[in-house]
């Protein structure tokens, strides 16, 4: 199901008119889909990602969909400094001086079991999930920690693997067990002088990039390298994913499907 198909349930549309977001990895997948959802709702929404045609297609999309929001796509990579401290400037001017929401959202994973994992790959993926994050929330502070009665939010996307581990993911589910405790922390310090809600969103099975079985799509790291993307048997397996996400939330879950 594709979110746009979404029914509107019991709130008025335009939750988030006034607002400004940055969506990190939002050329594509949950971080795309979770972009027109929030334009819908009348938010700005900065178009955060390492491929530069993706993210303005993306904002494009949104664009012309004129549902309210509006977009602009900000290339980069959020394992750089300087790439992040542009985001924040580029997102502020779009705004006009105001941050409400961050969303990061940019993942992938680089798997392999324990005895096998290389350096760089743990590296890479812890700086991904957890020093990108912080990054970009320190680099924000200054829009986040005021009191002038507007609503602000963070949301870190961890994974049901960082809650309940997930074997040949080791890197991957520290990365995404740490958003848990940066968000927790984040809540102490911001939550009860400005106000700044915190959460994260711990993901079971969506089918996206990430989730197919490789497909000759790459993740092209700073240095120039690539890191095919994809997940072991993919969605091949797809009754398997299901019945897994059920046992891990054991609750109604659902797999979404945002491959479009
Ligand atoms: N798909 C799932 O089943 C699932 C489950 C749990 C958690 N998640 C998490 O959700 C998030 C989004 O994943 P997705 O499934 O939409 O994947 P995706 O591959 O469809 O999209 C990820 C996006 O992040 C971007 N990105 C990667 N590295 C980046 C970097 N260094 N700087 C900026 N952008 C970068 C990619 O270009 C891509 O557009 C990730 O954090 C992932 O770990 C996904």
Redesign the pocket.
């Known amino acids: 199901m594709s979110a746009s198909a979404s029914p509107r349930l019991n709130f008025p549309q335009g939750m988030l008119a006034g607002q400004t977001a940055i969506i ?2 939002a ?5 795309a889909e979770t972009a027109a959802i929030f334009a819908r709702e009348g938010c700005k929404v900065v178009i ?4 530069a045609v ?1 993210a303005e297609k993306t904002a494009q999309a949104i664009n012309a969909e004129g549902g309210g929001g509006a977009a602009i796509a900000v290339a ?4 750089n400094n300087e790439d992040i401290n542009n985001l924040v400037e580029k997102a502020v001017e779009f705004s006009g001086g105001k941050l409400h929401i961050i969303v990061n ?5 680089w798997d392999s079991p324990i005895e096998q994992i290389k350096d760089q790959q743990w590296d890479t993926i812890i700086g ?2 957890n020093t ?1 994050p912080f990054k970009l929330i320190r680099a924000a502070a200054p829009y986040f920690m005021v009191k002038d009665g507007e609503p602000r939010s963070i949301v870190n ?5 960082g809650i309940y581990g997930n074997a040949g993911q080791a890197s991957y589910a520290l990365a ?1 067990a740490g958003l848990v405790g940066l968000t927790k922390t984040l809540a102490q310090e911001w939550g009860p002088e400005y106000g700044v809600r915190a959460n994260t969103v ?5 089918k ?4 197919q079985a490789p497909v000759g799509e790459y ?1 092209v790291r700073p240095d120039g390298t690539k890191h095919a ?1 994809g997940f072991h048997g993919g969605y091949d397996q797809e009754e398997k994913w299901f019945v897994h996400a059920f046992c891990l939330f054991s609750s109604t879950s659902t797999i979404v499907d ?1 491959l479009s």
């Open positions: 990190t990895g050329g594509q997948g949950i971080g955060a990602d390492i491929d993706k980069g990579d959020v394992t959202n940019a993942g992938y994973a991904l999930h990108a996307i961890s994974s049901t693997s995404k711990a993901f079971g099975a969506i996206t990039r990430l989730t993740v993307v945002l």
